[in-house]
């Protein structure tokens, strides 16, 4: 099955930045819209951004204009450029084909926290 590897989290104050990367392997990458989802303690898992196989991006109206989503096929990995952090922004972070090819299927994510 597919693995994912996502790296990137830490602890930064508000307005700071972040770069998440998520590699993926035992996939055909360059086929797959991918997506970054994110859960806070306490919340459902939820997709914050997602790039198509033809490189169009979408993104929650949380995040939009501060978080951008990018893909590097040659590498496997997609990217999650992060700015004007905000506490509310603090979760674990993880990337996924969109749609998921499987519910139960989860790299171990990566965590970001954000203080105030």
């Known amino acids: 099955q597919v693995q994912l590897v996502e790296s990137g989290g830490g602890l930064v104050q508000a307005g700071g930045s972040l770069r998440l990367s998520c590699a993926a392997s035992r996939i055909l990458f360059r086929i797959y819209s991918m997506g970054w989802y994110r859960q806070a303690p306490g919340k459902q898992r939820e997709l914050v951004a997602d790039?198509?196989?033809?490189?169009?991006?979408n993104y929650a109206d949380s995040v939009k204009g501060r978080f951008t989503i990018s893909r590097d096929n040659a590498k496997n990995t997609v990217y999650l450029q992060m700015n004007s952090l905000k506490p509310e922004d603090t979760a674990v972070y993880y990337c996924?084909?969109?749609?998921?090819?499987?519910?139960?299927?989860w790299g171990q994510g990566t965590q970001v926290t954000v203080s105030s």
């Open positions: 790039i198509t196989s033809g490189g169009t991006t």
């Open positions: 996924n084909t969109k749609p998921l090819l499987s519910r139960n299927n």
